[in-house]
Each structure stands twice: as C-alpha cells, then as structure tokens.
C-alpha cells in the first residue's frame, strides 16, 4: 500500500508495498534511476539558484531606478522650468522605461521561477518514490525468503481534492486485499490543477490497475465554463489508454443557499456524461446515486458528503470495479464467438441514467 500526500507547496510520502522478488539486476537499475532523478534535482537546484540571484538583483535596480525618479521629480518641482529641467524630464522618462524593461524582466523570471518550483517537485516526488521502491523491495526480498506464496496486488490511485473525508481510510477497507493503494491529494486546486502531472503518475500502470478521480467542488464555487473544463478533461484522459480511469462525478451539498453551487454540478455531470458517450475516454460514476439527501450522509455544517456518505460511493465504486472485471473475463472467454455476442455482451455493460434522475449511473469505456 502506497500513500501519498501531495500539497500545493510540500510532498509528504509513506509506502508500504507487497512481497517482490529483487535481483541484483533490479537494485542496480533502481540505484542508477535514482542518481539520475537526483541528478536532475541538482541541475534544477542550480537554476534555482542562479534564477534567484538574478531576481534579487533586478529588484535592486528597480529600487536604484525608482530612488532616481523619485529625486529627479522633487528636483524638477523645486526649480525654476529651465532648459535644465526639460533635461531632467527627459532623464527621469528615460529611467521610467529602463524601470518597465526590468520589471518586465522580474514578471518573466518569476514565471521561470514557478516552473522550475514544479519540475523540482515533481523530480523530488520521483526521487523519493524510487528510494521507497528501491527500500521496500530489499525488505521484502528478505521476507520473501520465508514466505513461499505470495499474490502481486495491482496497483489502484485515487486523485482528489477532498481533505474533509478519510479518503485512503476508506479506500482501504474496499480495495486494499486486492490492490496496492496511493492516494494523491491536492487540496484547494481545480480539475485542470488535479490533473497536472497525471503521466507520471500513471506511468507505470497497466490495463489490470485502476485511477480513479474525485472531481472535487472548486470548478462549482462561481460558474463556469465547463465545456472548456471538460474538452481539457478528454484530451488529458485519451493520452493514457494504457489503465482504467474512472471518474468520479463531484457529489452536491445538502444544505441552505445551495441550489446555485447544485445546480453548477447538474450542469456539468450532464455535459460530462454526453461527452463521455461520445468519446469514450473513461468510466463514470454517478456519486450522488446512493446518497441519502438528509444529515446521516452530509455534514450538517457545510453540507459535504460525510465519510459515511463518502463509504456509500465507495461501495458504489467496489460494484463497478468487480463489473468491469466481470465485463473483462466474460469478454476474454467468449472472444471466438461471434461478432453478434460479442456486441451484445458489449451492449449490456453500458449504464444508461435510471429513470427519474438526470445524471448517470456509469459508464463503461469499452
């Protein structure tokens, strides 16, 4: 089982993984992955570094520049308007664009600066995956010695946002005899946000391991243009074909002065479901299909889904999972049928909305 805690500014890991057999082949090949990673670390490090000295210094011409002005123009207004003065007008307009260019500057670095701060975070993240790896396999190469039997687990991830339900806690108690776990949290960032970086993060799961995105309440706090939003969706989730991705649908609020942040998500869960039907880049489920709209599943403060409500989708989400298994084993076993069966038994694992509700049950990619 694998945790981590991602936050906008700090990564935070703790992994425990199942019994692997190492050679000495695979230590070599993950010592050599880690010095790379590190090496890369120190060449960001080192832009880093220069970046901010350049900053710190182009922050002191503006300061130099801005003292200039500021005397020049107490000097004009102090003095009779002389050819001297049209000189000194002429210097301190000639400062002013000198003191733009350097701002202009700073605004660039600043931007070079942030994307540095991510390429290292996401190299440290790398890093200290690789040494957990690295950790874990020679421990569990010693215990394997004593353990005879042993099952690889798949491995399953969830992405979200939600730091108000014990998210691995509960994923755990559904998924964790079956499925290695990691839990990426980001808390405070929107749908384009969570999915930053999720190629790496999938990088290396195959078709037997599963992703799964909460899609949490940031996009829905003012109105906005959720085409846009889901169009970044598709395009992201149709480069990684190589897994199973399912998309949780963002859950509403049960409280008072909800109706417009409810009816945001009504919105986008139908956009997202038409979508997804035409284009077929992941699985859906439709979180609020089990929920009970009163206080046992929804915080009688804010009115978010409570853990127990949030056990209710995963028990949701346990049933599709062991459905796309079934869908998969069934499918594999009648392969050398015929084509009508097969596309009947295709047919048959599509979920359309029950009736009476306007959002989906899920959706089978296939």
């Known amino acids: 089982m694998t945790t981590l805690h991602v936050q906008p500014h700090s990564v935070t890991r703790r992994c425990t993984k199942s019994y692997l057999d190492i050679d000495s082949n695979d230590k070599e090949i993950l010592r050599k992955a880690i010095l790379e990673l590190q090496n890369k670390l120190c060449i960001k490090d080192k832009e880093l570094e220069i970046q901010q000295v350049t900053n710190f210094t182009l922050k002191k011409q503006i300061n130099k520049y801005e003292t200039q002005i500021k005397e020049l123009t107490q000097k004009y207004k102090s003095s009779p308007k002389t050819t001297t003065n049209n000189n000194t007008l002429k210097h301190v307009s000639e ?77 755990e108690q559904f998924f964790s005899k079956d499925y290695n776990l990691c839990h990426y949290l980001m808390p405070n960032v929107d749908l384009k946000q969570l999915l930053k970086g999720i190629g790496s993060k999938l990088a290396n799961f195959t078709e037997n391991d599963f992703c799964v995105i909460l899609i949490g309440h940031q996009d829905f706090t003012t109105t906005r243009d959720y085409t846009d939003i889901i169009l970044h969706l598709r395009k992201t989730l149709q480069e990684h074909y190589n897994t199973n991705i399912i998309i949780c649908l963002p859950t509403f609020k049960c409280c008072y002065n909800t109706s417009m942040f409810n009816q945001r998500i009504e919105h986008f869960n139908s956009l997202l479901y038409l979508d997804n039907i035409s284009q077929e880049y992941a699985y859906l489920l439709d979180s609020n299909l089990h929920l009970e709209y009163d206080k046992t599943m929804f915080n009688r403060r804010n009115g978010v889904i409570n853990n127990n409500g949030m056990r209710a989708v995963f028990t949701h989400l346990s049933e599709m999972i062991n459905g796309i298994l079934s869908y998969y084993n069934t499918f594999s076993k ?33």
Not at 338 to 361: D, V
């Open 334 to 366: 009648n392969s050398g049928n015929n084509t009508e069966n097969n596309q009947q038994l295709e047919n048959s694992i599509t979920r359309t909305p029950p009736p009476g509700t306007s959002t989906p049950h899920c959706f089978f990619r296939v």
């Open 95 to 171: 400062i002013s664009e000198m003191l733009k260019a350097v701002k202009s500057k700073i605004s660039k670095l600043l931007e070079e600066l942030n994307n540095i701060n991510q390429d290292l975070e996401l190299l440290s993240r790398e890093i200290s995956y690789t040494e957990q790896t690295n950790n874990n396999n020679a421990r569990d190469f010693r215990t394997s010695i004593k353990i005879k039997t042993r099952l690889e687990k798949n491995k399953m991830c969830f992405l979200s946002t939600n730091r108000n339900n014990n998210i691995l806690s509960i994923a």
